[in-house]
């Protein structure tokens, strides 16, 4: 590892970590992989890769020597109970396995009208904000993006309903807690990573809630009401669905949902699982509802959304384009929703959305904790420091591992010279020969946007479906074009991407917005009856 190139140390005490985490970090990563190659020491002590054959290694092949960062495993078990997102081994193997069904395109299938419904309500929302003043107007979209991913995994995931997405601005509790969360956690990043490691081992959980009340720190006690909230929401959710679920399915199907959603399909296909493949309610309930359907589903996919649209109103031949196909193929359809092989199989819509993917993933790094001494094999040899050859790098244990997927997904070595540019079309014609052989470890279109491996995301299909609605609803309706704002807006690289303008801190994404053009049966925006 020593005798690995890599940027000198920044601070005797953080090594290159605020270098690395910064939430202006990009240019810093983007210099270190132009640089020193896809294997780069940094210092803390740590290795960060973006080459396919040691994030192989590290993903699929050895992952049992590889664990999450300490301190986030315990700020999962403090925020999310411990859910998918924290656990490993047995117990994480035991969760995928009966979780993985319930994400199937026979499922994702079901699900298409709930999504449809979903973005009827924001087009409405969005029409009727437009009806006072139909010129182009500045939106916060990343605000109704959020919304709408709420209540997209609320309806289809939960049969639960958060939010009306009426055109009131004041959101359910619930996304304003989601809105808050995070940045309240990266505020208290150092203690949670650091101390909570140490601090979640001692007494009992209620002494431990004992002395957390008692401390003066309002930056904790308001993550501890924020948590409260949402299990008090969760076991809301669960105890309705039990209930429901006990009745039979004539009272499921009169639920949101209609018993299609994940969490009823989960409980149902549980309730008939053997002894040890079975969840017990406390893994439903704090580890699916919370974890695994709304911290890694909203974020997410209301990032990648929000960047869409941002780079649609900056480029307007590619909003065109896309229109035109949605309008031509909702013309066949003489104006019905699309079914679910319809929508996937759109080609520019599915172009648009992978390029987008590709080269602005909303979480464009994760970390890895070697717990094992290993050897990381690579994809071709580096000159080490010392002058000789290295083609793999022992690694000790305890060393922190950056997995570059932003780096990964627009590395020129593959993807060609071109790679760091926004182009749909590459998607249209064959991709480049380097980019098959490679064998990239994602589990998406040779892309590590969702990763790889035993802890890839589980919800990619249910992603793509709900960005492909959504998308399709408000580009067929609606024009995007750049807000007065637009050169003051800065994509952070926070954990999960979000954008803020200037200097105010505040997550958000204005966007100019006005009724699209009425060129085709469809669109049209005079027949539209306003609420
Ligand atoms: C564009 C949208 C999304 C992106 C880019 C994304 C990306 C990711 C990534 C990179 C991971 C791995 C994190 C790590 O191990 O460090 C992950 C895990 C996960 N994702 Fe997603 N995700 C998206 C949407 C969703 C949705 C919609 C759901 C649920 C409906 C979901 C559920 C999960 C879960 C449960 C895990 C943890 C899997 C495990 O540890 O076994 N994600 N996602």
Redesign the pocket.
Known sequence: LDNLPGPVSASWLTGNFQQLFDPKAWKFHESIAKTYGSTVRIHGPGLYIFDPKAMHTVLIKNQDAFG?IEG?QAMDQLIFGN?????HGRH?RK??KM?SPV?SAAHMRDMIPTFFEVSSKLEKALKNRLQSCPQIQDIDILSWMSRT?LEL?GEA?LGYSFDPLTNDESAHPYSRIMKELFPTVLRMQFWIMNVLPFVSRIGSASFRRFMLDLLPWKDAHHLRDMTDYIYNIAGEIFEAKKLALEKGDEVIAQQVGRGKD?ISILMRENMKASGEDRLDDDEVLSQIIT???T????D??S???ARLLHLLSKHPEVQEKLRLELNEAKHQKQGHDFSYDELTTLPYLDAVCRET?RLY???PI???IAIQDVVIPLSKPIAGLDGTEMYEIAVPSGTLIV?S?FNANRNLDLWGKDADEWKPDRWLSPLPEALAEARIPGIYSHL????G????????K???L??KVIISVLVENFQFSPSSKDSEIIWQMTP?TAPIVGRDNHAQLPIGISLAIDKGMFTTSESYEYD
């Not at 911290?295 to 909203?298: C, K, P, S, T």
């Not at 491996?453 to 990619?460: D, L, N």
Request: glycine content about 10%; aromatic content about 10%.
């Open positions: 999450k986030l859910g998918l997102l924290g656990t994480h969760q995928r979780l994400f991913a995994i995931g994940l974890s695994t359907l911290f890694a589903a909203m997410t996919t990032s990648a959304m993917l993933p909303p979480a994760v970390s890895r997995l997927i590590m946007t969702f990763l491996g035993g802890h890839s995301c589980i919800g990619f249910f992603s793509q709900e960005m999960i």
